[in-house]
């Protein structure tokens, strides 16, 4: 039997309707698949690392501390009261200097997880540490304890009781002159822009040949902390 006129087009209504549906339903799964695609997919990373900061994360609270800072290597020694300290932490933590034992600075690392700060020596051995504190309030381990001497004196400098200045030096054999002496331990020694260290119970020597006439002999102590002495003498010297 053939269909009705009126059959058709309820047949007709009905695929039409079915089409329009299915057309609606594939442009919404289109919109929702580049939604993903170009917004949720690229940015996923930093909604996560948002949820995990905030705490969010299966309704756990953030007790996770942040990462130990990394100082640069501050001085060993130095003769400048005021220094200038930098590291690395978490970004944008909290970073909070402790020197001596007592809390100095409370800072907040940049972007790119840098920290720097002056601090105030005091003269002697300086203690520095630090840790970290972030938004919830986790604190991390204390860093590296770094030990910075400020030594603001001029090194000293004792000669032999065998050398004067002005002293007289007869003979050939003596054309080889020794000069010793005791300062810092470690310190470098220069003698005519000759260089040497001292040992480390800050004893040192060094021999130079002597020339007929008068000798000046330039002798420059430097310490670890840079701080300089000066001392000239003249030897005369005759064959």
């Not at 304890?145 to 200045?165: K, N």
């Not at 220069?190 to 002999?217: H, K, M, T, W």
Request: charged share 20%.
């Amino acid at each position: 039997m053939s269909p009705t006129p009126t059959t058709s087009r309820i047949v007709k209504r009905e695929r039409d309707k079915l089409l329009k549906q299915t057309m609606t339903w594939s442009l919404i799964a289109l919109g929702l698949l580049l939604l993903f695609l170009f917004i949720i997919l690229p940015n996923a990373p930093r909604l996560l690392a948002s949820i995990v900061d905030g705490g969010a994360v299966f309704g756990q609270e953030d007790t996770i501390p942040p990462q130990v800072p990394i100082f640069n290597s501050p001085p060993m020694a130095t003769s400048t009261k005021q220094i200038e300290v930098s590291g690395f932490a978490e970004a944008k933590s909290q970073v909070l200097l402790v020197l001596n034992g007592n809390q100095v600075a409370d800072l907040t690392t940049s972007d790119d997880a840098v920290f720097k700060q002056l601090i105030d020596l005091q003269e002697g051995e300086n203690y520095l540490q630090a840790f970290s504190k972030d938004a919830a309030g986790n604190e991390s381990n204390l860093s590296k304890e770094y030990v910075i001497s400020l030594d603001t004196e001029a090194p000293s400098l004792a000669l032999s009781e065998t050398i004067q200045d002005g002293m007289q030096v007869v003979g050939k054999e003596n054309k080889s002159f020794t000069i010793s002496g005791l300062t810092e331990q470690n310190a470098k020694v220069a003698i005519n822009d000759r260089f040497l260290f001292a040992r480390p119970d800050g004893s040192f020597s060094y021999q130079i040949q002597l020339n007929e006439g008068e000798n000046l002999l330039k002798l420059v102590i430097t310490d670890k902390a840079n701080n300089i002495f000066e001392q000239e003498l003249r030897v005369n010297f005759k064959l």
